[in-house]
């Protein structure tokens, strides 16, 4: 082996074990930090709960005060909880394997339909999408997360429209793998299309949490386990023309003959 080999084996070694290293300070530092903020979070909703219990015939607007207190602490603690989740997610070790796409998605839009039965949606959902190499239960989460989305912002047109397509496209990946696109459309609100990369950060949100429920968590879920399963996310809007969201995977290849 020369010697610019060796160097260069050694230099990936180093980066490796930095990225490793860096990888779980993160972890470390998101799940401390998570877990470390519920201590004086509860003391927050108990002292809350003292004062309504022991002063029964409060002022209105004291009432209001903290009936705003107590619903700030159960949103931080549903952020802190997301939090956790994120953290853990990178842990989460992969199963790799074809999946069928199409039955994936009448399964998840099933179960939405049942969770929200006075919403009339309708869904045009491919069935023939070829099979993908992924984590069945970690695309379910993009693709639940993806759907409901297209529900949620959807939910104020008479009726909401969700479409799911699909075609191939040229591998962009060094292994040459040729690449699913899926997209799924819908005719909600959207969005600026400027301001698509904001819904890819912590806590993101483009519309207030009055009008729009959420805690700005799920497309930062899903583009994080998109990159895990070698794939991507993209989304694209106008405002009042709805949204579509590009997921991309690799095609499932075929099984070696023994």
């Known amino acids: 082996m020369s010697g610019s080999q060796t160097s260069a084996d050694e230099q990936l070694a180093r980066l490796q074990d930095e990225l490793a290293a860096a990888r779980a300070e993160l972890q470390e530092f998101t799940y401390t930090v998570s877990h470390d903020l519920r201590a004086p979070l509860r003391h927050i909703t108990s002292y809350v709960q003292v004062i309504q219990e022991d002063w029964s015939d409060m002022p209105a607007d004291v009432a209001d005060h903290l009936a705003t207190i107590e619903q700030s602490a159960q949103l931080l603690a ?21 999946v069928d796409v199409g039955a ?5 839009a ?36 993806v759907l409901d989305n297209a529900l949620k912002f959807s939910r104020h047109r008479a009726p909401a429209q969700v479409a799911l397509t699909w075609q191939l496209c040229p591998a962009d ?17 959207g969005f600026n299309p400027g301001q698509a990369q904001a819904l890819f ?11 729009f429920e959420g805690l700005g968590l799920g ?10 399963l070698g794939g ?3 989304m694209e809007a106008e ?7 590009t997921l991309r995977l690799p095609l499932a290849e075929a099984t070696p003959s023994e």
């Open 78 to 98: 549903r952020q802190l909880d997301g939090l956790t989740q994120l953290s853990r997610l990178g842990l989460q070790p992969l199963q790799l394997q074809a």
């Open 104 to 108: 994936l998605v009448q399964e998840v």
């Open 110 to 145: 099933a179960a939405l339909t049942q969770r929200l039965p006075s919403s009339p949606v309708q869904w045009q959902l491919a069935r023939d999408v070829p099979l993908v190499r992924a984590d069945a239960g970690l695309l379910r989460q993009v693709l639940m997360q």
């Open 173 to 189: 990946q060094p292994a040459g793998v040729p690449l699913c696109q899926i997209r799924v459309c819908d005719n909600g609100v």
């Open 201 to 211: 950060k912590v806590f993101g949100r483009l519309h207030p949490a009055r009008e």
């Open 219 to 228: 497309l930062v879920t899903s583009r994080k386990i998109m990159g895990r």
């Open 232 to 234: 991507s996310i993209g």
């Open 239 to 245: 405002p009042e023309r709805g949204c579509c969201v």
